[in-house]
């Protein structure tokens, strides 16, 4: 892996240990410091169990890891002794898919992790995503761009306490139609897609997932 310094993400342990009280006492296991580990992840029996799983941490691209193909999720990394194989502190694409899990929704709290190389606009669902898929997930939350911390927890926080059904189309336009004539409470879609309804007022737009507001609709905020 490419030598660097990454930051702290201190929105990280709030946001899963919010998530963990939706779910009561003692049901949620939480690993984060020294116990977030790539060999922890590896191993844990807990994980093959688990129905829902979040890796809230550092994605990085394939470009960023200096392993061709390979994007990664970043662990708390070993001591210098103990580095291996095993454990050298990154979860790559080709290790998230022999994880074996059997989890119906995973995501990943992570910059990128839709994006297989260095390009934002790269193939949807490729990279991290399909690798998870491959390593037993059966639906996924992923980023393709650079998020935000403090937004990131916010957003998985409103999330987890929601009661949602996830409902696959074939591309964004049935999903549109559905929404529109009411089949559907929400949905997440392209500014592109939505801003017509949006300026029509047959749509409300909660919050666009970037960084700024879009100039087009500069009245709806991000999260």
Known sequence: MVGCALPSLPGTKRELEAIGAQFGTGKALIKTGDQATESGVKTSAELKQARF??????????????????????FTPPLESKKGAVDDGLLTASEASKLGM????????ACNTAASDGGQGGE??????????????????????????????ELIKTTARVDMTHIIYRGGTPAM??????HLPMS??????ALPQYKAGVLKAPGVSSEKRYPSIPDVPTF
């Open 177 to 182: 139609n559905d929404l529109i004539a009411g």
């Open 188 to 193: 997440f879609g392209t500014v592109g897609q």
């Open 102 to 109: 059997s989890a119906d929704f995973v995501v990943l709290s």
């Open 53 to 74: 799983v979040v890796f809230s941490t550092h994605g990085l691209l394939a470009s960023e890891t200096g392993l061709k193909g390979q994007p990664g999720l970043v």
């Open 124 to 153: 949807g669902l490729s990279g991290l995503a399909k690798a998870l898929f491959v390593g037993g997930a059966r639906c996924l939350m992923v980023s393709h761009w650079q998020v935000n911390d403090a937004a990131t927890a």
